[in-house]
């Protein structure tokens, strides 16, 4: 058992505190004097490289999928003294492309020491829009520019009897839906689509001047439906002005207008007295399964 505690027993060693030691004054001047250095030769570097003609950008690389919007690209970023590389603004450049309505987004970098590398995503036209002026319309709904006939050719036209001056946005959207419903294959065949009534689209195809009424859904099956059958009315009904697709098993339609002979000529009487115009024809109704 060991005994009790007194006062001072064991080694007999004092420790004493250790006290740190500070710096010196001098070699505080001196490490002051050194960052001073430090800083003015890098002022001094930085202004050197500000000046320095090697850093002067002297190439622009434009890449986009769509060479005719490269070509809007370079000639919007040529032409410019771009200046010092380590001073240009690449948010600034990619906003001024990106005004651009054929421009979606563009991306800008620095390549030392002295190369612009800009990449481009087109907006890209999904759609004539008809009207005194065609133009080419994105399907974020941006206006790209005129439309020519070639355009046409290979794009759907899309109609509106009051110059989508009313629902533009919600007639748009629904041409969309319906070109996205139809898929790649059956949307490269429509010729126009008209949005008159955001109830009820009209389609027609290309080479088929016939009007489709589709309504506001489900046109892949109803128009699939309808080329199904489609050579086999025409064989028994002759051509037609529109069909209505809207009403499951059944297809309501209305036979084109027949082309009027020229009026024989009745002596006597003046040739408008003579002349006329086939009536309209009853519409029809044909059922299928």
Request: hydrophobic share 45%.
């Amino acid at each position: 058992m060991s005994g009790p505690y007194r006062r001072g027993a064991g080694d007999g060693r004092v420790r004493k505190p250790v006290s740190k030691s500070r710096l010196s004054l001098p070699l505080a001047a001196l490490g002051l004097a050194a960052a001073g250095l430090l800083f003015f030769g890098l002022h001094e570097l930085y202004g050197f490289l500000l000046t320095w003609d090697e850093l002067t950008i002297g190439a622009v690389e434009v890449s986009c999928p769509d060479p005719a919007v490269a070509v809007l690209a370079e000639e919007i970023a040529g032409g410019r003294a771009w200046g010092n590389i380590l001073l240009l603004d690449v948010d600034r450049v990619a906003a001024e492309l990106s005004a651009s309505p054929r421009v979606a987004a563009a991306r800008v970098r620095k390549v030392f020491p002295a190369t612009l590398r800009i990449e481009v995503v087109p907006r890209r036209p999904a759609a004539v829009l008809e009207g005194a002026e065609p133009e080419l319309i994105a399907r974020d709904g941006v206006v790209l520019g005129p439309a020519d006939s070639a355009d046409a050719g290979r794009l759907p036209v899309l109609k509106d009897e009051g110059g989508f001056a009313q629902d533009r946005r919600a007639k748009l959207d629904l041409a969309w839906a319906c070109l996205d419903d139809l898929g790649p294959n059956l949307a490269e065949s429509v010729e126009c689509l008209d949005l008159s009534e955001t109830e009820n689209l009209v389609l027609v195809l290309r080479g088929d001047p016939t009007r489709l009424k589709l309504g506001n859904d489900l046109y892949r099956p109803r128009l699939r439906e309808w080329l199904a059958v489609r050579e086999d009315r025409r064989r028994e009904f002759g051509p037609m002005e529109y069909v209505d697709l809207r009403f499951a098993g059944r297809t309501i339609f209305k036979p084109a207008r027949a082309a009027s002979p020229p009026p024989a000529a009745v002596p006597g009487l003046p040739a408008e007295a003579v002349s006329g115009e086939a009536g309209p024809r009853n519409h029809q109704e044909a059922s299928h399964g």
